[in-house]
C-alpha cells in the first residue's frame, strides 16, 4: 500500500475522482436543494401575491354587485314611473277630482308661480310657473296637446310617490320635471317657497339638460354628478334621470337626486361587513362621490398622476388592479351607474394581515429547505403536477379559440377529417354548416370591439347549447363559424341551421348602457348525401358559396342546395 500511495494516477481519473468526489457531491447536491427551495418559495409568493389580489378583486367584485342592485332598483322606480305617465297620457283616469284640477291649471296658469294641491293626506301637490316665464325659455313650451293629460298623470305619479315615501321611508328626493312649467317632488320639505327659483334650478340642472334628444338621442338612463349652491356653499350632488317622451314629443324628465351621504350610505349596506381596505365611488370624471371610511376618517386622496393612470386604465377594460407606491388599486365600471368603484388597500395593511404573516412563514420554509434534503422530493412533486397542469392548459388553448370557446380553424379541420373518414368507412352521412354574421364590422365600428366580442360570446354559445354530442363546432374567420355533424343528413343540417338562425335572431341583446341590439346570420348547408364526396375541405366549400348566396338572397336565412328557405 504504501508503494502504491505513490503511484500517480492518470490525469483523466484525477479529473474524474475529483467530479464524483463525496464533496463534489453534497456540494452539487446542496445547490440543488437550495435551487428548488429558491424557486419554490418564489413561486409560492407569487401564487400567494396572485391569491391576494384575487380576493381584494372578488372582494371588489361582491360589492360592486351588491351596489349595481341597490341602483337598479332605482332605475327601476324609473321605468315604472314612466311607463305609468306614457299610459296617463294615453288613456288619463275619468276622475272629477282630476278634472278639477285641470281647470284649476287653466285659472292659474297665467300667474307668477302657483300650486295645485288635490289630497295633502294623498297625493303630493304640483308647483308651477306662468305662460310667461315658459315663453321666455326655449327648452321649455306648453305647445303639447297633451298638456291637460300631462298635468294629470303628473298628479297620478305624485299619489304613488307619496304612496312609496309613506310605506318605505324614502329619503331620496325623486322628482318629475315638466317642459310645461310645473313639477313634482317626492319630498316637499326640500323646496323652498320660491317655485319660480326652484323651477329655474331644475329645469338648468345638467340631469335636465342632458335629456334633450339633441344630448340624448336614444332617450336612455343618464347619470350625472354636479356642483350645487346651496346656503351652506356648494355641495355635490348625484342624480340618475330618465326623459318621458310619448307620440315623439318630449315631455319632461323623471329623476332621482342623490346627495353624497346617501351614496355613503348605499356603499356601506353593499360593502356588508367588509373591513378590509377602502372602497370608492368616483364618476367618469374621477370626482370621489363616496368613501366607505368613517366620517371622522379623512380620504388620501389619489394624485393627479394616478388618477390619470387609473382614467387611461378605464378606457380600455371595465375591471382591473393597479400597484402605486404605498397601494394597490382594484377597480371597475359599475353596470348601473356611469362612475367606477374603486378599493384601495394600502401594503402596510396587507404586511400586517394574512399576506405578510404568511409570507414570513415562507421566508422560515425557505430556511429549512436548505438543510433538509426531503423537501427537494416536495418541490420535483408539486413542479410536475403543475407542469402537466400548465400542459393541459396550453393544450386546451391551442385547440380551441380563446374568445368564443369553440375549436379553432386547424384543430376544427383536423377533426373533421377523421371524422369525415369514420362517416366514409361506415356508410353515414356527412354534413357541413357554414355561417356568417351579418353586419358584424357596423357593430365594432359603431359600438367598439367589446360590444363585437360580446355578440360573438353569444353567437358561440347559441351553438354549443344546440349541437349534439358528437357535432363539431368551430370559429374559421373573425364572425365566421363552422359545424360539421356527422351521421346528419343534408335534412338534418338544414334543420339544425333553421333553429341556429332562430336562436340568434330572436334574441335582443344588451351591448351597453340603454343600447340593445339583435343580430342575424346567413347560412349555408352542405352535405355528402348529394355526390357521395367526404372531402371535407370540398364541403366546406360548397357551404360557404350556399353562405355567400344566402347573404345575396337578403341574409339572415338558410341556405341548401342553390336554394334559400326561411
Known sequence: MPHLSRVENPRWLKRLSHRSSPDRVVNVCFCVVLLFSTLLTWREVVVLEDA????QRNSLENVTHEFNNQLQVSIERLIFYRNGMQAALERPLAFDVLHNAGEEFERKRTQHQWSILLDNQRTLPVHGVSDAFVDDTTILSRDSLLLGNELTATLEVGYLLRLSTTLKGDSQQMLYVSRAGFFIASNPTMLSNDVVGQYYALVTSPWFVDQSERTNPNRGIRWVSWMLDTPEGPKRRIAVSLPVDYQHY???????????AQMKHLLSTAMQGEKEGEYRLYDRQMNLL???LSVEATPQPLSNSEKAQLARALEYDNHGGMRFATRYVNWEKMRNFDGVLVRIHPLNEGIRGDFGTISVALSLVWALFTTMLIISWVVIRRMVRNMSTLQSSLQWQAWHDGLTRLYNRSTLFDLAAKAARECELHGESLSVIQLDLDYFKGINDRFGHQAGDRVLSHVSSTIASQIRKDDLAGRVGGEEFCLVMPGASRKDACAMAE???????NREMLIGKGTTLRISASFGVSSSD???IYDIEHLQSVAD??????KQNGRNQVCCQGGASQ
Open 545 to 550: 358559396g350556399r353562405l355567400y348566396l344566402a
Open 530 to 532: 348529394e355526390k357521395g
Open 250 to 260: 318630449w315631455h319632461g324628465v323623471l329623476a332621482i337626486d342623490f346627495s353624497l
Open 499 to 505: 333553429r341556429i338562425r332562430a336562436k340568434i335572431n
Open 290 to 292: 363616496a368613501s366607505s
Open 52 to 55: 391576494y389580489i384575487s380576493s
